[in-house]
């Protein structure tokens, strides 16, 4: 087990009728809040009365950004930025999915410097030490990005969806309701099954042995989304299933899984410049993603892996040959994905094209191979992505 700081301080209210804490929360940073959302769900399911009266019984002073888009562009965050400054605002209150979470953790860092909130992205990134308080309401379970270190940002100008890690964007409170998350449509609702089992399978496929606990963990967590996303698509109001999708989207990113494991990821790098490109739904793009993966990564030195995943999770035989098992565990994985979620299965129903492979795949590797359960050199990306047509 490698050393690792585990330190996720982020406060969380969960479940039904939590809202009325959310003024004493906001109080404590102060009373001037941004509150930020995305395109209207929030107001078509009655959030947005709620918590603009829960604000205005804490006598905050309210100002607001909102179309805040899918895939999140760097023009609303410098737009909630000069916002902050502006008004002198002492608190975010980011109310939505994770892209109006994440672009308002860079509003929330923009504010607290003189250069553009794009020069926080890229080879020459720079520091980012501080934000501005953020509180979180979370309407969809997906990223976990109200509770984790993370956001990511898309420029249409340079063609890059690029992401950062720093502790000064962790929420300091989110509020998670899961009857918040039942208008979410069966599409947004696969895509985010598929963006949490992304998240731990990321990490899940390592060729570490040495963490019997996480790994189970992370089969538990795995084994939920396969039991209640199903669920939720059928009942969109079950509870049982949305609060376990929700805290499982939480966990699967917060930084516990990660622990003591070498952190690269594969299937991410590689998704980002899909919605970079094609502006597709992460969650989307991971699906396709992430079976041809396994099947490309697939040797006879990590086939384990595969057993163990395919046992513990799917619950395959665990007396059949392994790279039977393996080939197995592949093959219901893609059939939960595209079958039981719903979810396209290939590149060509979503339109990607071929001609973009090389841009993709060169952009995917910018920083060098992807070093993650296997090594992908650029050209390894482009195989993946050839599978996937
Ligand atoms: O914009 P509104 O009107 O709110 O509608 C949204 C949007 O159209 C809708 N929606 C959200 N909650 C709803 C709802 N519709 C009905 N009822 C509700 N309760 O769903 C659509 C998608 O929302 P979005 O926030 O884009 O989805 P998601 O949470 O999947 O966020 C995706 C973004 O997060 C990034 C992705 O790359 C992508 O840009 N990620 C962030 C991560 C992080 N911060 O750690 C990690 C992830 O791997 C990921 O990269
Ligand atoms: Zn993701």
Redesign the pocket.
């Known amino acids: 087990m490698n050393p690792f700081i585990y330190n996720i301080p982020t406060k969380v209210y969960f479940g039904e009728n939590q809202l009325h804490n959310l003024g004493k929360e906001l109080s404590k940073f102060g009373k001037r809040v941004l509150l930020t ?6 107001k ?2 009655g959030l947005y009365d709620r918590v603009i009266e829960e604000l205005r019984n804490a006598n905050m002073e309210v100002f607001e950004v909102s179309g ?1 888009e ?3 562009r760097i023009e609303s965050v410098r737009k909630g930025a000069q916002l902050c400054k502006e008004k002198n605002i002492d608190v975010l209150l980011a109310v ?7 672009a308002t953790k860079f509003m929330a860092a923009g504010a607290c410097v003189d250069h553009d909130p794009w020069e926080f992205f890229g080879a020459d990134a720079k520091p980012l030490e501080r934000a501005l308080p953020i509180v979180t309401i979370l ?2 379970a ?4 109200e509770m ?1 270190t ?3 940002i ?1 420029n249409l100008e340079t063609g890059d ?1 690029l ?1 950062r890690l720093a502790p000064a964007l962790l929420p300091k409170v989110s509020f998670l309701d899961p009857t ?2 039942y ?3 069966k599409f ?1 609702t696969a ?2 099954a598929a ?1 949490i089992m992304s ?1 731990i399978i990321e990490v899940y496929f390592n060729t570490q042995q040495d963490l019997f606990m996480l790994d189970c963990f992370m089969e538990g967590m795995l084994k939920t989304i396969v039991k209640y996303a199903p669920v939720a698509l059928a009942e969109p109001e079950n509870y049982e299933a949305r609060a376990n999708l929700m805290w499982t989207s939480s966990w699967a ?1 917060n930084g516990f899984i990660n622990g003591g494991k070498r952190k690269a990821w594969s299937c ?1 790098p590689m998704e ?1 410049e899909l ?1 970079a490109v094609y502006d597709i ?3 989307l793009g991971l699906a396709i993603l992430t079976p041809r993966w396994m099947e490309y990564c697939l040797d006879e030195s990590n086939v384990d892996k595969y057993v163990s995943y395919g046992v513990n999770v799917f619950g395959i035989d665990a007396s059949l040959d392994k790279m039977v098992i393996a080939r197995e565990s592949i093959r219901l994985t893609a059939e939960f994905l595209f079958d039981t979620l719903g979810l396209q299965r290939t590149f060509t129903e979503v339109g990607i094209k071929r001609e973009d492979f090389e841009l993709m795949a060169r952009k995917a590797c910018r920083y060098g191979d992807i070093k993650g359960f296997k090594t992908l050199t650029q050209k390894d990306v482009e195989n993946i992505f050839e599978m996937c047509l």
């Open positions: 959302y995305g395109g209207g769900s929030i078509r399911i805040i899918p895939n999140p939505g999915g994770g892209s109006t979470i994440d309407t969809l997906a990223t976990g990005s984790d993370a956001a990511v898309s969806k992401g918040l998350t208008s979410v449509s947004q895509c985010g963006d998240h990113i991410h980002h919605s739904t992460h969650g």
